[in-house]
């Protein structure tokens, strides 16, 4: 495979959406760090002020996988099918919460990374977290305060 480098710089919620959309079905990880100065200036139009935390995400893709997805080729819905066919007959609640829970260790307890894989508002991840931590459920910690950059793992 050959990787291009990608930088994106954005948005939390929009970049690493965009960038675990592109790399989805690989085995690329993402950085992610809180964006600089230059990269702010570079960004934002004159004057602007940003929504929400903007950040870098650095990755590399094969373009040519991704421009295939972009364009409609979905050879990878077939294992979706497969792989819910072994969670038939069990409880939607517990399948959500078994699926929030891997999604949140995947991503390191990075709640708002977690999130856009899941397609769902951070608001809605961090209610979800509350329930489950009501009843008893172990919640893998969250990194904030903790480190500038994080990695995630890419591929799911």
Do not use: Y
Not at 90 to 111: M, P, W
Not at 112 to 119: D, I, K, N, P, R
Not at 137 to 152: N, Y
């Amino acid at each position: 495979m050959m990787a291009t480098r990608l930088m994106l710089v954005g948005e939390l919620g929009d970049a690493v959406g965009l960038a675990t959309e592109m790399v989805r079905g690989s085995a690329a990880r993402i950085g992610v760090e809180t964006a600089g100065p230059a990269a702010l200036e570079a960004w934002a139009e004159p004057g602007e002020q940003p929504d929400g935390d903007v950040v870098v995400v650095d990755l590399a893709v094969n373009l040519k996988d991704v421009l295939a997805r972009l364009r409609g080729d979905r050879r990878d819905l077939q294992s979706v099918p497969a792989s819910v066919s072994g969670l038939v007959g069990q409880n939607i609640a517990d399948v959500e919460r078994e699926l929030i829970l891997q999604t949140l260790r995947h991503c390191g307890g990075n709640r708002s990374a977690a999130a856009v894989m899941l397609g769902i508002s951070v608001r809605t991840m961090r209610n979800k977290l509350r329930s489950f931590l009501a009843d008893g459920m172990a919640v893998t910690p969250s990194l904030a305060g903790g480190a500038v950059r994080h990695e995630i793992a890419a591929g799911a």
